[in-house]
C-alpha cells in the first residue's frame, strides 16, 4: 500500500515494520532496504498475487541480517518458478543451533540469487523441493560458516563470485 516499496515505510507492511530477530517477513514485490535492519525469516509469497521475480536492493550500505529464530527455514522461495534475487550484503547469523535451511519450495524452476555478498556466520544448507533449482552466487562468499548443498539443487558461481575470504 505505501506504493515506495521501502523496508522503513510502515504502510508497506501488514503489522508494522519487521525489524526484531524473531520477525517473520512474506515479500510479494521488489523491495528497497533503506536502513539495516534483522529479521528470523524471509520468504518469497506463493500468492498469485506475488511478483514472479523479486529484487531486494539497498541504500544507505544497508544490510538485512537473518537470523533464523524461531524457524528451520529462514530463507524460502515459495513461488513456483519465481526468482528471489538478493541484491544487497546478506548476513546469516543464527542465534539456534538447529539445522538451517535456504529451500526452494516448488515443483517448478526456481532460484535464489545473491549478488552482493553473503556472509555465512552459521552453517546454512541450501535444498530444492520436488526437481531442480538454481542457487546462484554472483557476489562474494564471506564468513566461517559452512555452506552446505542439498537434494535438488543446481549451485551456480557468476564471473564476478569472489569465495577467497570464505
Known sequence: AGVDNLWSNAANWSAGIPNVDTAKVTVYSDLTVDSSVTVAQIKMSNNADSDDSVTITATNSSVLTITGVGVTQP???NNSGG?????????????????ELLQLNSGADQQITFSSS???NDELTVRGTNKLHDFNLTG???GAGNLKFGDKVQANFGANYDGSAH
Open 75 to 77: 530463507i524460502q522461495n
Open 83 to 99: 526468482s528471489f534475487i538478493f541484491n544487497l550484503p546478506v548476513v546469516f547469523d543464527s542465534s539456534e543451533d538447529a539445522v
Open 118 to 120: 553473503l556472509t555465512l
Open 140 to 142: 562474494s562468499l564471506l
